[in-house]
């Protein structure tokens, strides 16, 4: 049983080939609150999208799963007055952010959905590249600090670990791995 269950990603179901209905606005919200507001608004049935991805992580042994939103922190709504107002009915909002190319959005957002209605598994990659000092978050591994070598593919990253003044290589998942910075939080 997943930890965060996957919930309506859209709404309605056929968002992408409606006539528009005012323009899109970017939703800033109070993190973990995207899915909250995306609820809010099938509830008022006002038009929302919401791209969610698997993300699963090992702990004592046991794999749990979660559905977490691809862009944390924001979903996406055709603005209206309607939608206006139910936006700040609620805490959960910190901010409207305007799109200035409606088109370059709208395209970019209906790639998403056509690639996640064909199935194909979407990551969303932190800001990581070769060089970067990382931190292991999960694991056996877990604290552990080194710097990103190289990309294996979209999903695993080769992570250098210095100790003795050798370097040991070893392979970690992307979603196993947060930039050192965030190490302090």
Known sequence: MPILRRESEI?????FSIPAGGPWTIVHVRSRQEKAVARLFKER?????LPQIEKQVRRDGRTFKSFIPLFGGY???RLTDETRQTLWSTKAVVRMIQVDD???LDGELRQIRALQEAGAILVAHPE??????????DGVFQGYMGTVVRELDATR???SITALNKSVIAEFPRESVVPARAARR
């Open 11 to 15: 709404f309605p179901a056929d968002l």
């Open 45 to 49: 049935k006002q038009p929302f999208y």
């Open 75 to 77: 979903l996406f709504i």
């Open 102 to 104: 409606q088109e370059l």
């Open 128 to 137: 990581i590249a070769a060089g970067d000092a990382v931190r292991i978050a």
């Open 157 to 159: 990253l080769v992570v």
